[in-house]
């Protein structure tokens, strides 16, 4: 019986972007993102992070290698209103009103959303009036946003779209775009802020010198940094169990009382030490992104 195959929501294949002058911002990246995944896209300045985008929606020609959307060319699935996205900034037309922007481009799309819902899921009830010059960065964040939803999209790009908001803005932003993947959107987002990526993203690229350096679930890499395990304990006691902690690879240390054991899949090793007669006070503390983004990349990523 023949499948009905659902085609990816992102697929790029072999895709390099060389400028003139031998700069190569994107290196024969080969990536697929299915339908309904929520992911994030990380790597310092320069990783190639805003090319990929560019390159998947069709805003650059890739040098080599190709890009598609939901089965079809970029610039077919945008024409269709199937992609939302969201920049870090970009003209908007300061002496309109949000609701005149808003009617404006629902205009644009044969079946958008509403314009209540919109605004409802936006949270922009209070300045549907104002026009778009009194509005804060934070807000006229929002108001892309909308300008994103509108045509109530199956894929969304996000390029750095909590840049300069206050940690309540973002809080509100990524509140919205929870919702939004919740009802089966795919959500593919660049970001600086490792926290966002930690808290949103079901799966996490880090980029590096235009490669795809690492490409897991989030949850999954977590568990590959480096955790850390303090316990109290007496001096003996400890030194009886050093050996047994390095021979199974983990770091030990003994230090006023307190053993420190530092490595991956620590579980193991709060067993044995709970064992000890004594051992109390065990404390875990899991691997951070901001430790695995720097131990991929070699940069500590701000800010957080």
């Known amino acids: 019986m023949e499948m009905n195959l659902v085609p990816s929501a ?13 700069v190569t911002a994107v290196d024969d990246v080969t990536l697929t993102i299915a339908q309904g995944e929520v992911v994030a896209l990380l790597g310092p ?21 190709s890009a598609n959307l939901l089965g079809m060319s970029p610039p077919d699935a945008i024409s269709r209103g199937l992609i939302g996205v969201v920049n870090q900034t970009g003209a908007l037309p300061v002496d309109f009103s949000v609701h005149q922007l808003l009617t404006l481009f629902s205009g644009f799309y044969a079946t958008p959303l509403g314009l209540v819902e919109v605004v409802e899921a936006t949270n922009l009830g209070g300045l549907v009036k104002r026009k778009i010059r009194k509005l804060s960065g934070g807000e006229q964040q929002r108001v892309r946003l909308a300008l994103a939803l509108l045509p109530d999209p199956l894929v969304m790009f996000l390029d750095e779209p909590t840049a300069g908001m206050d940690p309540t803005a973002r809080q509100d932003f990524w509140r919205v775009i929870k919702k939004a993947a919740g009802t089966g959107r795919t959500v593919i987002f660049a970001t600086h802020y490792l926290a966002e990526a930690e808290a949103f993203a079901e799966r996490t690229i880090i980029m590096r010198d235009g490669r795809v350096a690492v490409d897991s679930p989030t949850h999954a890499l977590m568990r590959r940094g480096t955790a850390r395990l303090t ?40 067993r044995i030490l709970l064992a000890v007669p004594g051992a109390h006070n065990l404390r875990l503390v899991d691997a951070s992104l901001e430790d695995i983004f720097a131990s991929v990349t070699g940069v500590k990523e701000g800010p957080q």
């Open 10 to 22: 992102l697929g790029l294949e072999h895709v390099t972007m060389r400028y003139p002058g031998g």
């Open 45 to 65: 300045n320069g990783a190639g992070k805003t090319t990929l985008i560019d390159l998947a929606l069709g805003l650059q020609h890739p040098t080599a290698g």
């Open 231 to 270: 316990i109290d304990l007496d001096e003996g006691d400890a030194i009886g169990v050093l050996a047994s902690l390095e021979e199974r690879g983990w770091t030990a240390l003994w230090e006023d009382g307190r053993l420190v054991v530092s490595g991956s899949d620590l579980d193991d090793a709060a």
